[in-house]
């Protein structure tokens, strides 16, 4: 059975192509990308070593070889932290024995005091597993009509990859999706991630599936949603790591003129006040 950690590594490999790297086409070859041999010198560990990482049999390697092996890909410093990451959730997994269960939902009142200070921003406080657990008035705006705060217990992710209205309402909705596969492996903690992946996983289908394993890190860019009331809303994303809740306090700001005009249009909609989702 195989980790996260191999997924990864394998995943990175098989997209590298070696001319990339200055080595030379071996020709045709029943997988693409990297040979593992290659890979294997590169990182100056032995191929039998990076066979049993990359399936699962050695789920320990060391530091020194943690980055080693980003070196030897070509890793940029959100792929080095991710893989650093995986190789300390796949050391534990075996001594891991807590039953999986969801993160507390509840938001400190000095977040929500810091929620009601934005108002009317569009601002929202979430969890890495997509919970939507407070939001100002000016985020129900914005995402009225879609869906996505229909729910008691609102969720991002489950909402992005469930419901149909997510593939119109994200004008990217590919990106979206990578985005919110990639920060289940970054969620509270090991067992909540895999409470919320076993529930959506028959729910979401194989397409979440393969995003979850593919490890590919997001970039992130401006964030473009098609409102249901015609307006074309392009926002940029500032984000407040809540490190001490697993919480993120995420602010989303108009990236150009025509987007502040549709947003103050919205705002002068009937909408509810600042809202903890319990």
């Known amino acids: 059975m195989g980790t996260p950690l191999g997924d990864f590594i394998r995943a990175k490999r098989d997209s590298i192509q070696p001319r990339s790297l200055g080595l030379p086409d071996r020709g045709r070859r029943r997988s693409p990308g990297l ?26 390697p060391s530091v020194a070889v943690v980055n080693a092996l980003a070196d ?15 190789a300390k959730i796949t050391g534990g997994e075996c001594t891991a024995h807590t039953r999986p269960a969801p993160p507390r939902r509840d938001v400190r009142p000095s977040v929500l005091e810091t ?56 004008a990217d909705w590919d990106d979206v999706a990578d985005e919110q596969a990639f ?27 393969r995003r979850l394993n593919r490890h590919e890190v997001p970039r992130r860019g401006a964030l473009r949603l098609n409102h249901p009331s ?24 108009p990236a150009d003129d025509r987007t502040a005009q549709a947003v103050d249009q919205l705002r002068r909609r009937p909408q509810g006040r600042l809202r903890a989702v319990s």
């Not at 040979?35 to 320990?60: C, K």
């Not at 909540?192 to 397409?207: V, Y």
Request: some cysteine; overall charge negative; hydrophobic content about 40%.
């Open 183 to 209: 920060d289940l492996w970054l969620a509270p903690s090991v067992e909540n991630s895999e409470w919320f992946t076993t529930e959506l996983a028959p729910i979401a289908g194989p397409d979440f599936t």
């Open 72 to 86: 030897a890909l070509s890793l940029d410093p959100s792929e080095r932290n991710h893989l650093r990451y995986l």
């Open 230 to 253: 015609g307006c074309e809303l392009q926002l940029l994303r500032e984000t407040l790591e809540l490190s001490s809740d697993a919480q993120q306090l995420i602010v989303f700001l």
């Open 35 to 60: 040979r593992r041999s290659d890979l294997a010198a590169r990182a100056g560990i032995s191929v039998e070593y990076l066979t049993r990482l990359e399936q699962g049999r050695d789920r320990n």
């Open 115 to 170: 929620l009601r200070l934005l108002e009317p921003g569009i601002a929202m406080v979430t969890n890495r597993l997509g919970d939507v657990l407070a939001h100002t008035s000016g985020y129900e705006a914005v995402t009225s009509g879609t869906g996505l705060l229909d729910s008691d217990t609102p969720n991002f992710t489950r909402y992005v990859f469930t419901d149909p209205r997510a593939r119109t309402f994200f």
